[in-house]
């Protein structure tokens, strides 16, 4: 048995296949396995696969049809032998000791899930723009036991493969994005035991999330992966304070994409989405509850604000030399001292 898995979901990925790849192989831990799920490639992945798992007896491979991301993780998480499970996207790659030190901290604090950091790849820059962020965030867990603000990844977790299979957790199937938040969500709902590791192990690849366009479904999307939560017997059991959190979150996604598309011809479709959200939100949930949360708040009052900032607004140029004043409608640009 070995004492961690990592689990690759593949889908045209033939530009960054082998750098993924040889970061796993090279692991400064030999005594892990690979297990590599093609979802339906359809460029040279499964070969470069293939290729690699000629040479390296740790890795297995699993082809499926084209299921996505989540279905290629639940068919790797059936066969996984190791102690602890990692995921990793096959565009990203792994320091070369992460199983390592991820293994030894969650292991030495008999924990169920352990949170590490990540560099940023952009533009071929390693960047570490999270680590006093997120270091910030594992202080506060570790003092509070709040571990809430790090339900977003999988691939920034280890987990215990007896906590996954016991709890017959599964990532939701069919969806478009916020699967992984689901899983963190329904992990957290089983009451696992934490640890932080305070060290970037993983190296998540900027810049490959799609165009502007695909992006203009965002808050559809959200929508229905929140759908799917609502529908879990585990989120109905949560208490009301938790269930409003989660659902500020999800509509801070909203408000993100809201300011994201202002101004472009894309705005004329995710504002109607999201005031499609809060309409199927506030079937669900009173008035009442949902006013205070600030993000729902600023969905209903978007056009307002907008309105408002067209106006009187006060903001620093892009590069950032100037202070930018707009009084009525009229814009005056004051160089900063």
């Given at each position: 048995?070995?004492?961690v898995?990592?689990?690759?979901?593949v889908?045209?990925?033939?530009?960054y296949?082998?750098?993924?790849?040889?970061?796993v192989?090279?692991?400064?831990?030999?005594?892990?396995?690979?297990?590599?799920?093609?979802?339906?490639?359809?460029?040279?992945?499964?070969?470069?696969?293939r290729?690699?798992?000629?040479?390296?007896?740790?890795?297995?491979?699993?082809?499926?049809?084209?299921?996505?991301?989540?279905?290629?993780?639940?068919?790797?998480?059936?066969?996984?032998?190791?102690?602890?499970?990692?995921?990793?996207?096959?565009?990203?790659?792994?320091?070369?000791?992460?199983?390592?030190?991820?293994?030894?901290?969650?292991?030495?604090?008999?924990?169920?899930?352990?949170?590490?950091?990540?560099?940023?790849?952009?533009?071929g820059?390693?960047?570490?723009?999270?680590?006093?962020?997120?270091?910030?965030?594992?202080?506060?867990?570790?003092?509070?036991?709040?571990?809430?603000?790090?339900?977003?990844?999988?691939?920034?977790?280890?987990?215990r493969?007896?906590?996954?299979?016991?709890?017959?957790?599964?990532?939701?199937?069919?969806?478009?994005?916020?699967?992984?938040?689901?899983?963190?969500?329904?992990?957290?709902?089983?009451?696992?035991?934490?640890?932080?590791?305070?060290?970037?192990?993983?190296?998540?690849?900027?810049?490959?999330n799609?165009?502007?366009?695909?992006?203009?479904?965002?808050?559809k999307?959200?929508?229905?992966?929140?759908?799917?939560l609502?529908?879990?017997?585990?989120?109905?059991?949560?208490?009301?304070?938790?269930?409003?959190?989660?659902?500020?979150?999800?509509?801070?996604?909203?408000?993100?994409?809201?300011?994201?598309?202002?101004?472009?011809a894309?705005?004329?479709?995710?504002?109607?989405?999201a005031?499609?959200?809060?309409?199927?939100?506030?079937?669900?949930?009173?008035?009442?509850?949902?006013?205070?949360?600030?993000?729902?708040?600023?969905?209903?009052?978007?056009?307002?604000?907008?309105?408002?900032?067209?106006?009187?607004?006060?903001?620093n140029?892009?590069?950032?030399?100037?202070?930018?004043?707009?009084?009525?409608?009229?814009?005056?640009?004051?160089?900063?001292?």
């Open positions: 048995m070995a004492k898995s990592v689990v690759i979901p889908y045209n990925v033939e530009n296949l082998k750098e993924c790849l040889d970061s192989v090279n692991q400064s831990m030999h005594d892990i396995e690979i297990i590599c799920v093609d979802d339906g490639s359809t460029d040279n992945s499964a070969e470069i696969l290729q690699y798992a000629q040479n390296d007896s740790r890795i297995k491979l699993i082809f499926q049809q084209n299921s996505g991301v989540g279905a290629a993780r639940n068919n790797a998480f059936e066969v996984v032998t190791g102690d602890y499970i990692m995921c990793l996207d096959s565009d990203d790659y792994l320091v070369e000791n992460a199983c390592e030190i991820a293994f030894n901290a969650i292991n030495e604090n008999n924990a169920d899930i352990g949170i590490f950091s990540n560099f940023n790849l952009d533009n820059n390693l960047v570490n723009i999270y680590e006093k962020w997120h270091n910030k965030k594992m202080e506060y867990a570790k003092k509070s036991g709040d571990y809430s603000d790090f339900q977003v990844y999988v691939w920034d977790k280890i987990y493969t007896e906590f996954i299979k016991n709890n017959n957790l599964r990532i939701p199937e069919g969806l478009k994005t916020a699967e992984d938040v689901l899983f963190s969500w329904m992990c957290n709902f089983k009451d696992p035991k934490y640890c932080t590791i305070p060290k970037p192990l993983y190296v998540y690849r900027c810049g490959r799609g165009s502007a366009t695909s992006k203009v479904d965002s808050i999307n959200d929508e229905i992966a929140f759908k799917k609502y529908e879990n017997p585990d989120f109905k059991n949560q208490p009301l304070e938790l269930q409003l959190e989660i659902i500020n979150r999800f509509c801070g996604g909203s408000v993100a994409y809201l300011n994201k598309f202002y101004g472009t894309h705005f004329k479709q995710v504002l109607p989405d005031y499609h959200f809060t309409n199927y939100l506030s079937k669900l949930y009173s008035e009442k509850d949902l006013k205070h949360l600030k993000n729902y708040s600023a969905i209903k009052n978007f056009r307002k604000r907008m309105f408002v900032k067209q106006i009187f607004s006060v903001r140029s892009d590069d950032k030399k100037f202070k930018i004043f707009t009084i009525l409608g009229i814009k005056l640009k004051i160089k900063r001292k």
